[in-house]
C-alpha cells in the first residue's frame, strides 16, 4: 500500500490529453514539492517535472505538472505512442522523514 | 558527463547479505546526498533511504532500520548499500538516484540498476 495513490491504469489514443493524478495528505504533498517521473520497460525512471510543474532541460512541453492541496497531477497533451509506461508520483513526507513515491499508473496509448 | 555506475547482478541465498555500490563521475560527490531505491517485479519503486556522502549521515525507511547499511567512499566517490539477512521479497532492482542541482526534491541522475535474486 503506497502513501501516495495513483489510478493503476490510463489510456488514451494518439493526439488526446491524458491526465494521472496523485493524492497525498499534509505530511507529504500538502508541505513538500511533487515530482513525476516516467519509466520505460527494463529502464530507470526519467525525471519528467519537479517542484510541481517544472520541466528539466529536454523534456517535452506535452508534459506538465500541477498541484492543489494533498493532490497533484500530471497532464499529457498530444498523446503519442512512446508515451506508453509507468508513470510515478513522489515527494517527500515529514512524517515519515523520508520520500515516498505513488504506486504508479500504467498509461497504454490505444 | 554526470552518471552512477552501478555493480553487476548478484545471486543470493535466503539469509545472507548483499552490497551494491554505486560509482559517482562528473560531479562533486560530496555536494549531495545519494538515495537508494528499489523496485520489485511488476511493483512500483520503494525508497530505501538515503546517505550525505559529505557527512556520511544517514536516513533509513522505517521498514530498512537495521537491516541496511548506508556507506560512502569519498576518496573512490563511491556508496554503497549493504542489505542483512536477505528474504525472497528482496528480489529486486536496486536503484541509487541523485537528486537534482535545481530541487532536493527530485531524482534527475539515476544509475543502470543493479538485480539482486535472492532464492534458495
Known amino acids: 500500500q503506497s502513501v501516495l495513490t495513483q489510478p493503476p491504469s490510463a489510456s488514451g489514443t494518439p493526439g488526446q490529453r491524458v491526465t494521472i493524478s496523485c493524492s497525498g495528505s499534509?505530511?507529504?504533498?500538502?508541505?513538500?514539492?511533487v515530482s513525476w517521473y516516467q519509466q520505460l520497460p527494463g529502464t530507470a525512471p526519467k525525471l519528467l517535472i519537479y517542484?510541481?510543474?517544472q520541466r528539466p532541460s529536454g523534456v517535452p512541453d506535452r508534459f506538465s505538472g500541477s498541484k492543489s492541496g494533498t493532490s497533484a497531477s500530471l497532464a499529457i497533451s498530444g498523446l503519442q505512442s512512446e508515451d506508453e509506461a509507468d508513470y510515478y508520483c513522489?515527494?517527500?513526507?515529514?512524517?515519515?522523514?523520508?520520500?515516498?513515491f505513488g504506486g504508479g499508473t500504467k498509461l497504454t496509448v490505444l | 558527463q554526470v552518471q552512477l555506475v552501478q555493480s553487476g547482478a548478484e545471486v543470493k541465498k535466503p539469509g545472507a547479505s548483499v552490497t551494491v555500490s554505486c560509482k559517482a563521475s562528473?560531479?562533486?560527490?560530496?555536494?549531495?546526498?545519494m538515495h537508494w531505491v528499489r523496485q520489485a517485479p511488476g511493483q512500483g519503486l520503494e525508497w530505501m533511504g538515503r546517505?550525505?556522502?559529505?557527512?556520511?549521515?544517514?536516513n533509513y525507511a522505517q521498514k530498512f532500520q537495521g537491516r541496511v547499511t548506508m556507506t560512502r567512499d569519498t576518496s573512490t566517490s563511491t556508496a554503497y548499500m549493504e542489505m542483512s539477512r536477505l528474504r525472497s521479497d528482496d528480489t529486486a532492482v536496486y536503484y541509487c538516484?541523485?537528486?537534482?542541482?535545481?530541487?532536493?526534491?527530485?531524482?534527475?541522475?539515476w544509475g543502470q540498476g543493479t538485480m539482486v535474486t535472492v532464492s534458495s
Open positions: 499534509r505530511s507529504n504533498i500538502g508541505g513538500n514539492t
Open positions: 538516484a541523485r537528486v537534482a542541482e535545481y530541487s532536493t526534491n527530485a531524482f534527475n541522475i
Open positions: 513522489a515527494t517527500w513526507d515529514d512524517s515519515l522523514v523520508g520520500c515516498v
Open positions: 546517505i550525505n556522502c559529505n557527512t556520511g549521515v544517514t
Open positions: 517542484s510541481n510543474n
Open positions: 562528473g560531479y562533486t560527490f560530496t555536494g549531495y546526498y
